[in-house]
């Protein structure tokens, strides 16, 4: 990396942790409360990178705004885990039921789909890691998401 990007990095560095301590201080209850917002405003903006994003390394998976670019899969991300979470915490069972796991699989697909339609397979993939840990965490019997993890490989 030359050392003229240093400053710019460093000056990306200092606003990364400006913004971790200023989300470290905000109750979850809030971001909870905002995961609706937060889950529709990720797939619009997925949508429009499909219509207006900018490629990079193949994908167009970028948006610029102004004189800023920004990664809409990256917010989708967070997003999709935030409104994942908010569903699967607001079911009272112990053990998932088929129904429940099939909305959860809905809610993740969605954005999945349209990061891979960038295509991002990369960034698509990410988004299993995410619904397999929170459907675990939600008590998803371990036998039937081993089952599904078969099929889906074969």
Same mark, same amino acid.
């Given at each position: 990396m030359p050392v003229d990007y240093f400053p710019?990095?460093?000056g990306w560095v200092a606003i990364g942790l400006v913004l971790?301590?200023?989300s470290m201080s905000i109750d979850y209850h809030v971001l909870l409360d905002l995961s609706v917002v937060l889950y529709v405003f990720g =797939?619009?903006?997925? $949508? #429009?990178?499909l219509a207006f994003g900018s490629k990079h390394g193949g994908a167009a998976?970028?948006?610029?705004l102004g004189g800023f670019q920004f990664q809409p899969s990256e917010f989708a991300k967070i997003a999709t885990g935030l409104f994942l979470a908010r569903y699967l915490a607001s079911l009272n069972n112990r053990v998932l039921e088929?129904?429940? =796991?099939?909305?959860? $699989? #809905?809610?993740?697909?969605?954005?999945m789909v349209l990061v891979a339609i960038?295509?991002?397979m990369g960034g698509a993939a990410m988004y299993a890691p995410l619904l397999?840990?929170?459907?675990?965490?939600?008590?998803?019997?371990v036998r039937l998401l081993v089952t599904a993890v078969?099929?889906?490989?074969?």
């Amino acid at each position: 990396m030359p050392v003229d990007y240093f400053p710019r990095q460093a000056g990306w560095v200092a606003i990364g942790l400006v913004l971790l301590v200023i989300s470290m201080s905000i109750d979850y209850h809030v971001l909870l409360d905002l995961s609706v917002v937060l889950y529709v405003f990720g =797939i619009v903006s997925l $949508v #429009a990178v499909l219509a207006f994003g900018s490629k990079h390394g193949g994908a167009a998976n970028w948006l610029k705004l102004g004189g800023f670019q920004f990664q809409p899969s990256e917010f989708a991300k967070i997003a999709t885990g935030l409104f994942l979470a908010r569903y699967l915490a607001s079911l009272n069972n112990r053990v998932l039921e088929f129904r429940q =796991i099939l909305t959860g $699989v #809905a809610i993740v697909a969605f954005p999945m789909v349209l990061v891979a339609i960038e295509p991002d397979m990369g960034g698509a993939a990410m988004y299993a890691p995410l619904l397999i840990g929170m459907l675990l965490v939600a008590g998803i019997r371990v036998r039937l998401l081993v089952t599904a993890v078969l099929l889906g490989v074969v």
